[in-house]
């Protein structure tokens, strides 16, 4: 027999052992009564939801302000889930699997992990363009000479 509404939680952020949950929708956000709380100023208290609707499970945006990306475009409404899929809420990744009988979520903190858009081997990226500065003002105040003895 077939469990519906049934949620596995990974965190890879912190040292939990996997979640199974079973309830009608899940909630997301930064409230201790969310079912997936993610504590970070950038998540709001209850950002989104997951419910699964006859055999799909969708996602809601519940604050329009603090959107939650799938797959990098923000959700205006619901949109449906599937293996696969990435979730970001604030700085959080929620991958996205599918078993016969559960919804599963590998939740883990991305601060830090966008990759940079400097390329640090680009040859324009050295010291030899720098230019000295040419006319220096002098200081009106005489520089102290060092202290002896110290």
Do not use: W
């Amino acid at each position: 027999m077939t469990v519906k509404n049934k949620y596995v939680i990974i965190r890879d952020d912190l040292p939990n052992d996997p979640a199974t949950i079973i309830t009608e929708g899940l909630l997301i956000g930064r409230l201790l009564d969310c079912e997936v709380a993610l504590n970070h100023p950038a998540v709001s208290r209850v950002q989104a939801g997951i419910r699964q609707i006859d055999d799909d499970h969708y996602v809601f945006a519940l604050r329009p302000g603090n959107p939650v990306l799938l797959n990098g475009k923000p959700i205006s409404d619901n949109e449906a889930l599937a293996a696969g899929d990435l979730l970001r809420v604030g700085p959080y990744q929620v991958d996205v699997d599918e078993t016969d009988d559960a919804l599963i979520l590998r939740i883990s903190l991305q601060i830090g992990m966008a990759a940079s858009e400097i390329d640090v081997s680009s040859p324009g990226l050295s010291t030899d363009q720098l230019v000295m500065p040419s006319d220096r003002k002098r200081s009106a105040k005489p520089r102290a000479s060092p202290i002896a003895g110290t």
